[in-house]
């Protein structure tokens, strides 16, 4: 499944983009995104409609995070696409803890290269991201389970080698 995950972000901000743009649902606004092969693979849907449901049932939690860091910008300025990708990698970060935090930042920033009509967008998005996590382990907002999910690495000094108890 992991192949299709990129397939299955760039489905959803598309899934999106629809809802923001047409007076619709959910549902409408997915079913034509699965592809033949995503429906083949049973995990691959599920994380599609997992995805999905999580951005729509927690939105103005996600739109929230997104309003307090992006301080001049009204959320109607944000471009359409841009925001979407940051709703997909904020639901990634807040709700799947399985998912590493870098892993949803640097597929936000693959498909804001991919969709978004400036190159001013993957700067954005990335920046918008990087600061909403800060804020979210520091706060101690983020739910991770499993080996190297959170980088714990800033809290060691620079150029300090591990102990050996530390490893």
Known sequence: MKTYRRRIREKIVQALYTLELRDTDVENAAEWLVTPEIAADSNAV??????????????????????????????????????????????????????????????????????????????????????????LK????????GRGLIDHSSSRKPGRAKKPSEK
Request: charged share 30%; proline share 2%.
């Open 46 to 135: 599920m994380f599609f409609r997992k995805l999905l449901q999580s951005i729509d049932e927690n939105r103005k939690e996600i739109d929230g995070y997104i309003s307090k860091h992006t301080f001049n910008w009204d959320m109607s300025r944000i471009a359409v696409i841009d925001k979407n990708i940051l709703r997909m990698a904020l639901a990634e970060i807040l709700y799947f803890e399985d998912i590493p935090p870098k892993v949803s930042i640097n597929e936000a920033i693959e498909i804001a290269k991919k969709f978004s009509s400036t190159d001013k967008s993957c700067k954005f998005v990335n920046g918008i991201l990087d600061a909403i996590f800060n804020d």
């Open 138 to 145: 520091t706060s101690g907002k983020i739910r991770k389970c």
